[in-house]
């Protein structure tokens, strides 16, 4: 079974803090990484996408992506009560089921004011 | 906004109905996926068309079926339905171009489907 692991959380940091979500998955070949926010009774909405190894900025989101280790994640710089919302890590197998995407089942972040 | 729409946004239905759930692909985007997301859980990948063909499936039986039209609009059909199938049903519209991987899926705001 191919598996995309994440801690449930609750994840809760004061405003401001640096929020720090972590992914593993378990097929060595696969080859797109996808962080999704999904705020409570909405659909999931793209917020990065990652290939290579090493890390990828965009404004106040960082992730980072190691294969070696199967380990991927995502940084939240300045985090904002607006941020507050569960973060969904999404792996694309790649090869002959590169189709699909194999999500976890997401971690609640919560920041305080 | 990812452009890409669904309809209805939520339904009631009772065991053993079926029932049809449509989705409009984003403008350029010729690939369309679905998913099921209960409550508590990650999305579950049901099924992709593309091209008018189902392109792969995920662990569901076949009364889940599904449509995709020349506009690259999908519809999702579940028949005899279970009250385990109450879920938020997903589509994501992607773009892919000859055998490469399927680009990044952008979600519709999804159906939530009630089964009593």
């Known amino acids: 079974q191919k598996e995309v692991e994440q801690n449930s959380g609750p994840l809760s940091v004061p405003e401001g803090a640096i929020a720090s979500l972590n992914c593993t998955y378990s097929?060595?070949?696969?080859?797109?990484f996808f962080w999704y926010r999904q705020y409570s009774g909405k659909s999931p909405e793209l917020i990065m996408s990652?290939?290579?190894?090493g890390d990828k900025e965009d404004g106040r989101f960082t992730a980072q992506l190691n294969k070696a280790s199967q380990y991927v994640s995502l940084l939240i710089r300045d985090s904002q009560p607006s941020d507050s919302a569960t973060y969904l890590c999404?792996?694309?197998?790649?090869?002959?089921?590169?189709?699909?995407?194999?999500f976890g089942k997401g971690t609640l972040l919560t920041v305080n004011p | 906004e990812t452009g890409v729409t669904q309809s209805p946004t939520h339904l009631i239905k009772t065991r053993g109905q079926q029932v049809t759930l449509r989705c409009s692909s984003q403008?350029?985007?010729?690939?369309v996926s679905w998913y099921q997301q209960a409550l508590g859980q990650g999305p579950q990948f049901i099924f992709q068309?593309?091209?008018?063909?189902?392109?792969g499936r995920g662990n569901f039986p076949p009364r889940f079926s599904g449509l995709q039209f020349p506009n690259y609009s999908s519809e999702l059909n579940v028949n005899a339905l279970e009250l385990d199938d109450s879920a938020l049903y997903l589509c994501?519209?992607?773009?892919?171009?000859?055998?490469?991987?399927?680009?990044?899926?952008?979600f519709g705001p999804g159906t939530r489907l009630t089964v009593l």
């Open positions: 994501a519209s992607s773009r892919r171009t000859g055998g490469m991987t399927t680009d990044t899926q952008y």
């Open positions: 097929d060595r070949g696969s080859q797109s």
């Open positions: 990652i290939y290579s190894n």
């Open positions: 999404a792996v694309n197998p790649g090869g002959g089921s590169n189709y699909k995407l194999t």
């Open positions: 403008s350029g985007h010729n690939t």
């Open positions: 068309y593309y091209r008018e063909e189902e392109n």
